[in-house]
């Protein structure tokens, strides 16, 4: 079945860098693009981008552009998410997500398939 | 940062039918990108409940039912039960990027 595997907790200081990954299986890694999608305590879901896994290409919300980076490693299906120059607000759980394309809609996703998210604390 | 708006919650007695709506606009629902719907349980993932306005994915019990209209889309859960209490999400598209709700908790009184 499709699934996707997310790495552990992760503490770090303001203005210090995390990195997440998001182990694929059951499906083709290289067949769907991978959303990332934050939300922090209480608050509601934000999307973050998208990366095609076949062609390295990615996607980031202007929000978002000069901070995260998107990667992925196709010899063992995982993706990974980096996020820099971190601050408190940026303390969130950051999911993965198969994205499913809208047909004739251009980059219009739905997520067919979550990670387990992974809790980023931000704290001095 | 959300554009799409939701009511914050609602609540119906078991057996019930709620609905939850999602006002979005011209930039978004109204430019005609579909609406997906989303089921978070407290400490869990999002789980896809409706695809494109108003499709159900295997698995999901047809109690829950989408649909969409001009900048708007609904979700509606037909005899509430106790399990269906949860945060439930709208998501759709545009302007150039994936925008969400701002999310609705379902209370099972």
């Known amino acids: 079945q499709v699934q996707l595997v997310q790495s552990g907790a992760e503490v770090r200081k303001p203005g210090a860098s995390v990195k997440v990954s998001c182990t694929s299986s059951?499906?083709?890694?290289?067949?769907?693009?991978i959303h990332w999608i934050r939300q922090a305590p209480g608050q509601g879901l934000e999307w973050m981008g998208w990366i095609n896994p076949k062609s390295g290409v990615t996607n980031y919300a202007q929000k978002f552009q000069d901070r995260v980076t998107l990667t992925r490693d196709t010899s063992i299906s995982t993706g990974y998410m980096e996020l820099s120059r971190l601050r408190s607000d940026d303390t969130a759980v950051y999911f993965c997500?198969?994205?499913?394309?809208?047909?004739?809609?251009?980059?219009?996703?739905?997520?067919?398939?979550w990670g387990q998210g992974t809790l980023v604390t931000v704290s001095s | 940062q959300s554009v799409l708006t939701q009511p914050p919650s609602v609540s119906g007695a078991p057996g019930q039918r709620v609905t939850i709506s999602c006002t979005g606009s011209s930039s978004n629902i109204g430019a005609g990108y579909d609406v997906h719907w989303y089921q978070q349980l407290p400490g869990t993932a999002p789980k896809l409940l409706i695809y494109?306005?108003?499709n159900r994915p295997s698995g999901v019990p047809d109690r829950f039912s989408g649909s969409k209209s001009g900048t708007s889309a609904s979700l509606a859960i037909t005899g509430l039960q106790a399990e269906d209490e949860a945060d439930y999400y709208c998501q759709s598209y545009g302007p150039s990027l994936t925008v969400f709700g701002t999310g609705t908790k379902v209370t099972v009184l």
């Open positions: 494109a306005n108003s």
């Open positions: 997500a198969r994205g499913i394309r809208v047909p004739a809609a251009g980059w219009a996703y739905y997520f067919d398939s």
């Open positions: 059951g499906f083709t890694f290289t067949g769907h693009y």
